[in-house]
DNA sequence: GAGTGGTCTAGACCACTAG
DNA sequence: TAGTGGTCTAGACCACTCC
């Protein structure tokens, strides 16, 4: 009792491989060694490997592509875009996304945004404020917040002329890649501004969303807040 | 190409515990079968049975413990209820709920719901409509619509005497297990009828959550519609 | 001590990709 | 044809539970 702490081998595997992900040592998109390599690398066996890949494959860390290898995810995919954004229309497909940058700047960090990304208070960071239009539809406004440490080189223009997700150009940037992240969501009233964005009167109902974003090892390295206009599209949600 | 149609034996496998699992031959809570005697009973190694395992484990289906066996999962554990009632305290831990049930009746599939839940418009249903109250607050108004043949002798008092989940009354009375669930969320305005049952005001923003519940196979079995005050309570999601 | 799931190995063979 | 991931086997041993 109190610690037994036991931990198989293909864990302490694992933890070797997340090691190189998190270093960056192989990047998004790149293929990792064999299975027999990384096998004769660790002086294991390859069913030892292998059991510790299924666990980040089952983590969508990474993929895996018979015949030609084993790969580090990545947010270019266009499955993954899904994953993340959850809202899909009341009928038809998804159509294209438009995103409109209103704001960036950089500014300190407030005590909640400083809470919920492990930092102190007064930190730098980078807002930026932003809206999604899907066709010609105004759809989700939104504030994201980053470590200003993190993204010290990131800036209005690379954000406003990258095409797809920030994700995206996080991980190929900056060489952090988010991995998961816990969202918050509640119903609330617009306020005047949020309205005029959205094109909807004050008071209409919205989807309020507050997510954090984890990299590698569960560390906290993105907040938002997003307003979702949900009168043409709903927020998927799957419980298993 | 075209159909290639290669079934590893383990699914094959997985296919078979599978179908013991829809037919009820073991119970919810009951262990299954050593992987030894699976394994000397479907003729392959030790190994393959566990892999079958793996996947249904991976799903929720089942659950192992070692030295113990593999149990067929339910949904009266307290850590499952919290994987399909979504709700969260702002603040604080989660209290007791208090389910107060307003309206049951047997009644007629809508052309809606019939396509939900793949029945034939006009099929005989039965709809349960509730309240949920955390502490003194009520919460939840919903709507339940389950398949009449299925649940033939569900009746008000069975319903209103349960303690705990629906879902769990299902599996223990009914032998219908809910497997997982697809939720479609939006935001909506209290109309009269609602805002009095909820204790707010008319037009203040809700929660409107739609679900749909599959047994075994992917086979609807629930639909589900509920407005949540989310003023003290927030609907968790998780990004992966 | 007997029985369960959990780990690890070594080797054979299959399915798929690419040069 | 060579190299990758994917499957399957057989056997040994470890960790845990219960009697």
Redo the contacts with the bound molecule.
């Keep these: 009792m109190g610690s037994?702490t036991?931990s198989?081998?293909?864990r302490q595997i694992k933890a070797l491989l997340l090691e190189s992900l998190r270093s960056g040592a192989w990047r998004p998109g790149e293929a990792i060694p064999?299975?027999?390599?990384l096998a004769s690398l660790y002086k294991?066996?390859q069913?030892?490997v292998?059991?510790a890949i299924d666990e980040l494959a089952a983590e969508n860390l990474v993929y895996?592509?018979?015949?030609?290898?084993?790969f580090v995810a990545t947010h270019g995919e266009r499955q993954v875009r899904f994953r993340f954004l959850r809202l899909a229309p009341d009928s038809g497909e998804p159509g294209a996304v438009e995103r409109r940058l209103l704001e960036f700047r950089r500014a300190r960090a407030s005590a909640e945004v400083a809470r919920m990304l492990e930092l102190k208070a007064g930190d730098p960071m980078v807002m930026i404020r932003r809206l999604l239009v899907f066709g010609e539809d105004p759809v989700v406004l939104e504030e994201v917040w980053l470590p200003g440490t993190l993204f010290k080189g990131l800036t209005a223009s690379a954000v406003s002329e990258h095409r797809g997700a920030l994700y995206n150009l996080f991980e190929t940037q900056f060489g952090t890649r988010m991995v998961r992240a816990e969202e918050k969501l509640k119903a609330a009233a617009a306020d005047e501004a949020g309205a005029a964005l959205l094109g909807v009167e004050p008071g209409h109902p919205l989807l309020a969303v507050e997510r954090v974003s984890y990299t590698y090892s569960d560390k906290p390295v993105e907040w938002r807040r997003g307003l979702y206009k949900t009168d043409h599209y709903f927020y998927r949600s799957e419980l298993g």
Excluded: A, C, I, N
């Design positions: 037994p036991f198989p081998l293909y064999s299975e027999m390599d294991v066996s069913g030892t292998r059991k895996r592509r018979q015949g030609k290898g084993t």
